[in-house]
Each structure stands twice: as C-alpha cells, then as structure tokens.
C-alpha cells in the first residue's frame, strides 16, 4: 500500500534506536553497538526478502538491496 505523505525528516534526525529489554525494559538507554546494529540490521534484510518487500521499503529505510 503506498500512501502519500509529506513528513519528512531531517537526514540527521535518522539514528537507529536498540535497547536490551531484560537490563532496560523502559527502554531509556539506546545501545551503541555498530556489531550488534549490524546483526539486526542483516535480520531485516532477510525478512525482507522473504516478504518480497518492494524496492521504495529499502530506500524509505536507507538500506541496499
């Protein structure tokens, strides 16, 4: 489904945002770990794929196919 819209935000706002939710469960301490971004990141790629996710999801995301 595709839906317009004209939110858009600021290149610098765009971070991603882990926590460990056993040690953090409020959620109030986003980690910092390129390794660990890096997995999740990979995870996402692959369920992608397997949902065949159009190509404007990757881009929306900021990621290569």
Do not use: V, W
């Not at 980690?31 to 990757?58: F, V």
Request: hydrophobic share 35%; charged share 30%; glycine share 2%.
């Amino acid at each position: 489904m595709k839906i317009p819209t004209s939110r858009r935000l600021h290149p610098s706002t765009k971070r991603t945002l882990l926590f460990d939710l056993q040690s953090d469960p409020h959620q109030q301490y986003p980690l910092n770990d390129r390794a660990i971004e890096r997995r999740m990141i990979e995870h996402l790629l692959d369920l992608m794929r397997r949902c065949q996710a159009p190509s404007e999801q990757y881009a929306r995301l900021g990621l290569a196919i």
